[in-house]
């Protein structure tokens, strides 16, 4: 039983998720104190975003709901652009690095073929 939560504990994957939780979680930290700074430019260049006061038809809620959406907005655009973007364009410069070293490569089935003509002449 112990030897089984040993195995659990150490397996690969849990600690792949531990990782990516902290660093999620650090990278959220500084997302959000970016998307502050976002925030305070807007404000200065045309007016506060922040609509926490707004109370359309004495609606109490829409007004931080429409704050955290902008918020949202900002983070998701900064999430896009910062990290997927230039992830995606690193990522596709390696698979075609890849491609091109494999593309005078001999397939799997060309070597077999070639180690049983060999294995042949050696026999016969």
Not at 14 to 37: H, R
Not at 61 to 87: D, E, H, K, Q, R
């Amino acid at each position: 039983m112990i030897k089984g939560f040993k195995d659990f504990l150490l397996r690969g994957n849990l600690i792949d998720i531990a990782v990516a939780f902290v660093i999620g979680g650090a990278f959220a930290s500084v997302t959000t104190a970016f998307t502050k700074v976002v925030v305070e430019i807007l404000a200065k260049l045309g007016g506060a975003p922040n609509f926490d006061e707004w109370h359309p038809l004495g609606l109490v809620s829409v007004g931080p709901f429409l704050t955290a959406l902008v918020a949202f907005a900002i983070m998701a655009f900064v999430v896009y652009f910062g990290i997927v973007l230039p992830y995606e364009r690193v990522k596709a410069l390696g698979t075609k690095a890849d491609t091109e070293t494999e593309a005078g490569a001999p397939t799997t089935e060309e070597l077999l073929i070639e180690i049983r003509d060999l294995l042949k002449q050696q026999q016969g």
